[in-house]
C-alpha cells in the first residue's frame, strides 16, 4: 500500500469494533460491524439475528479501539428473522450505544456517496477469535460480481476467518466504504457483501444516521495520529479551484445535513436532473431520501463533475429551501465563495442564475377543502402499473405479475421494472406480501409530497372483483394511518386483455368523454331492459356505467364483457354485490350516491381521486360515506395503453 493507503488503513482499522455479548471477557465474539456516525454503528443483521432474534432489546457490547460499550439493536433490515438464510438486500441492521455519544469519542469510516455497487480492490476489516483473546484482520480482496439488488461477490482467491461478518469494504482508490462483510462461500474461499446504499432502506433512521455521519466529518475530526479520513483520499488539487476536492465535498455535504429532509426522491431527481443540465445518469436511479443522495448522482462513473455543476445542485436545494421558509444562508454564503474560487467567471451565472423548475414552486396557499389532483394523461406524470396475468389452466387460480413504471415524461415507453420470479405463479392471497417489497419501493420512491403516484393494476375482466384498493403493505400502522392502498393513492383498474395498440371505439369514446364537463351514472344492466352490445355503443358520451352487482360474476359479467367490447373506459361497480337479477333497496342507495359523486367532477380525470378521498374519509370513520367502500373503478385510458404482450417466438433446439 502507498503511504496514504497506510494512513486509511489506520483509520479504517479504528472505526471497525466487534460484537459480543454483555459480561465477562471471556465471552465469544458474535461478528464485526463500523462506527458511521457517533455512537452509530452497522454491522451484518445475521449477526445479531440468532442472538435477538427472541429478545430484540437485549443489551450487548460493542468493543473496539478504545471503545467498550453496552448497545442495543435500533433497527434492521429483516422482513422475516425465522428465514434460514438472510437474503442480501436484508443482511444490515443499525446499532446504537447506550447513553450519550459524546461519552464515547471513537473513528467513524467514510462512507460513499454514490449508491452504484463497486467492482474492484477493496480492503476487509474485522474481527476473529483466537483464544483467548479477539484480533483484528484486515484483508485485500476484490469485487468481480454482483447478485440481487445489493449483493456484491467477492473473488474466490480469499479466505475470511469467521467473525468478520459485518465488517467494513473500503474503496482504496476513493477511500470510501462501499460495503459490509455478509459471508464467506462454503467450503471455498472469496465470499459476499452487502453494498453500502442499502442503508437506504432504513429510510428515515438512514437520514438521520447520514447527517450525523457529514455532520461529523465536517467538523473535520483528527484522529490520535494526526490524520483526517478527507485529506486522505484522493482528489483534485485544492489550489486553483477548478477540480471539486474531496474537501468541498465533506463542506458541501456537512452543509446539506444542516437542511430539512427533502420531502420525496422525485424532488431530489429533479434538481440532480437539472444540475446536470438534463443528461442522466447511465445507471438506474437509487432511491434518494437526502439531499446527499442526489448529490451522489453528480458523477460520471467514479469520477466527481466540474464544480459548477456541484454548486448548481447546491443552489437548487438552497433555492428550494428558501422557497419553503427555510433560510440557509451558510450554504447560499459557502456556494458564493466557492464560487469566487472557480476560474471560468464567465460561467457562474450557470450556478447563480438558477431558479426552480414550475413542477417545484409552492403552491398558493391551500383552498379550504381538499384538493382533487386529476388523473394525469400522456406526459403529465408518472404511474406506476401492475399486470397480474392469470396462469393458465391452473387450479385454484394463480398470478404471474409484472410491474411497470410509466415516467410521465411523454418522452419514452413505460418500463419494466420488476417480475414474478415464482414458478407457479401467486395465489391471491400470496400477491400483497409478493409485491410488499418491490412495488412499495417504487411507490415510496415515485411519490411527491401530497402526490402520491396513481397505480393501476391490469386484470382480466372475470377477476375485476379483486379488493385491490384494499391492499395494504404496512403490517404495523399509526391508529389514525390511511393504511390501505385505495386511502393513500388512486388506485384504478385496466383491463389486461387491452394491451397494445387500443381499437378504434375505445379511442373515440375516450376522446369524446374527456370534453365533457358533467357526468351522469347509467344504471346497468338496467331493470327490465336487455341492453345489447349496440346499446353500449351508442350510449352517450357523459354516461358512466355503475352497477350494484360484482363485475365478474352473473349479470354483472355480461354487463363489464358489453361495455369493453364497445369502447367504455370508465366503469363504477359493487365488487361484493349481488349476483341475482332482482335489486334490493340499497341498490337505489348506491346509485344515487354514485350519481351525486359524478356531480361532482368538472373533467374525467377528476374522478379517481374523487373516490380515493370518500375512501380517505372512510377510513377517518365517516359512516356517511361507507356507501363507496365496495366500489372499483375502471380507467382505462388508451392514450396510455398497457405494454403489448410478447408474442414474439423463441428458438429452441430440436
Known amino acids: 500500500m502507498t503511504e496514504p493507503n497506510e494512513r486509511l488503513h489506520a483509520l479504517a482499522k479504528a472505526a471497525t469494533v466487534h460484537l459480543l455479548p454483555a459480561g465477562g471477557e471471556d465471552k465469544p465474539l458474535w461478528g464485526s460491524g463500523f462506527f458511521v456516525a457517533p455512537g452509530w454503528v452497522l454491522t451484518a443483521a445475521h449477526v445479531l439475528r440468532q442472538h435477538l432474534r427472541a429478545d430484540r432489546e437485549l443489551t450487548f457490547r460493542v468493543r473496539g479501539e478504545g471503545v467498550d460499550a453496552e448497545a442495543r439493536l435500533a433497527e434492521w433490515l429483516l422482513t422475516d428473522p425465522d428465514r434460514p438464510v438472510v437474503p442480501l438486500d436484508e443482511d444490515m441492521a443499525l446499532v446504537r450505544l447506550l447513553g450519550e455519544a459524546e461519552e464515547y469519542p471513537h473513528e467513524c469510516v467514510w462512507l460513499a456517496d454514490r449508491a452504484v455497487r463497486h467492482s474492484g480492490p477493496v480492503k476487509v476489516y474485522g474481527y476473529y477469535p483466537e483464544p483467548p483473546h479477539t484480533h483484528a484482520r484486515a484483508v485485500d480482496a476484490d469485487i468481480n460480481g454482483q447478485e440481487d439488488g445489493y449483493g456484491l461477490i467477492i473473488k474466490p482467491d480469499i479466505d475470511f476467518p469467521a467473525g468478520v461478518s459485518g465488517g467494513p469494504l473500503l474503496d482504496p482508490v476513493t477511500g470510501a466504504v462501499v460495503g459490509l462483510v455478509k ?48 485529506e486522505q483520499q484522493a482528489g483534485p488539487a485544492a489550489d486553483g479551484g477548478a477540480g471539486w476536492t474531496p474537501a468541498d465535498r465533506r463542506e458541501a455535504l456537512n452543509l446539506l445535513a444542516a437542511l430539512p429532509a427533502p420531502p420525496d426522491a422525485p424532488t431530489v431527481e429533479i434538481l440532480a436532473t437539472r444540475a446536470r443540465s438534463g443528461s442522466k445518469w447511465p445507471s438506474p436511479t437509487p432511491d434518494l431520501r437526502t439531499w446527499r443522495d442526489g448529490y451522489g448522482l453528480l458523477y460520471e462513473g467514479a469520477h466527481p463533475l466540474g464544480p459548477l455543476t456541484f454548486l448548481r445542485y447546491l443552489k437548487f436545494v438552497e433555492a428550494y429551501a428558501r422557497s419553503r421558509g427555510e433560510p440557509c444562508p451558510a450554504l447560499g454564503a459557502w456556494i458564493e ?53 392469470p396462469v393458465i389452466g391452473s387450479q385454484p387460480t394463480r398470478f404471474f405479475w409484472q410491474i411497470w ?22 395465489l391471491p392471497g400470496e400477491l400483497v406480501q409478493a409485491l410488499r417489497r418491490p412495488l412499495g419501493d417504487l411507490l415510496r420512491a415515485k411519490d411527491r409530497q401530497d402526490r402520491p403516484v396513481p397505480l393501476e393494476v391490469a386484470l382480466p375482466a372475470e377477476y375485476f372483483d379483486t379488493a385491490v384498493h384494499r391492499w395494504r403493505f404496512d403490517d404495523i400502522a399509526q391508529l389514525d394511518d390511511a393504511g390501505h392502498l385505495g386511502a393513500r393513492r388512486r388506485v ?59 363485475a365478474g360474476r352473473g349479470p354483472g359479467r355480461t354487463a363489464m364483457k358489453l361495455a369493453l367490447e364497445n369502447g367504455h373506459g370508465v366503469a363504477l361497480w359493487h365488487i361484493e354485490g349481488h349476483v341475482t337479477r332482482t335489486c334490493a333497496d ?44 365496495p366500489l372499483a373503478l375502471l380507467y382505462d385510458d388508451p392514450r396510455r395503453p398497457l405494454p403489448a404482450e410478447e408474442t414474439e417466438t423463441l428458438d429452441a433446439p430440436l
Open 492 to 550: 384504478v383498474l385496466r383491463s389486461l386483455a387491452r394491451r397494445g395498440d387500443p381499437d378504434k371505439l375505445w379511442a373515440d369514446r375516450w376522446q369524446a368523454m374527456t370534453a365533457q364537463r358533467r357526468f351522469v351514472g347509467w344504471r346497468t344492466p338496467q331493470r327490465g331492459v336487455v341492453t345489447t352490445g349496440r346499446g353500449y355503443r351508442d350510449a352517450a358520451f357523459d354516461r358512466i356505467p355503475v352497477m350494484c352487482r360484482p
Open 337 to 389: 465563495r466557492r464560487l469566487r474560487r472557480d476560474p471560468r467567471r464567465e460561467m457562474h451565472a450557470f450556478v447563480r442564475d438558477v431558479r426552480l423548475p414550475d413542477e417545484l414552486r409552492p403552491a398558493p396557499a391551500e383552498r379550504t377543502g381538499r384538493i382533487v389532483i386529476p388523473y394525469p394523461g400522456p406526459g403529465e406524470g408518472p404511474t406506476v402499473a401492475v399486470l397480474l396475468d
Open 405 to 426: 413504471l410509466d415516467g410521465g415524461d411523454g418522452t419514452g415507453e413505460p418500463e419494466l421494472y420488476q417480475t414474478d420470479d415464482s414458478v407457479h405463479g401467486r
Open 183 to 230: 459471508s464467506r462461500r462454503k467450503q471455498q474461499d472469496g465470499g459476499k457483501a452487502v453494498a453500502i446504499a442499502a442503508m437506504r432502506r432504513f429510510g428515515e433512521t438512514y437520514r438521520a444516521v447520514i447527517a450525523a455521519h457529514d455532520r461529523w466529518h465536517g467538523t473535520e475530526p483528527v484522529s490520535e495520529s494526526g490524520d483526517n479520513w478527507i
Open 586 to 629: 340499497d341498490c337505489d342507495t348506491l346509485y344515487a350516491k354514485a350519481q351525486e359523486l359524478l356531480g361532482t367532477l368538472d373533467s374525467l380525470a377528476e374522478l379517481p381521486d374523487r373516490l380515493r378521498q370518500l375512501r380517505q374519509e372512510i377510513s377517518e370513520r365517516r359512516a356517511d360515506h361507507t356507501w363507496a367502500e
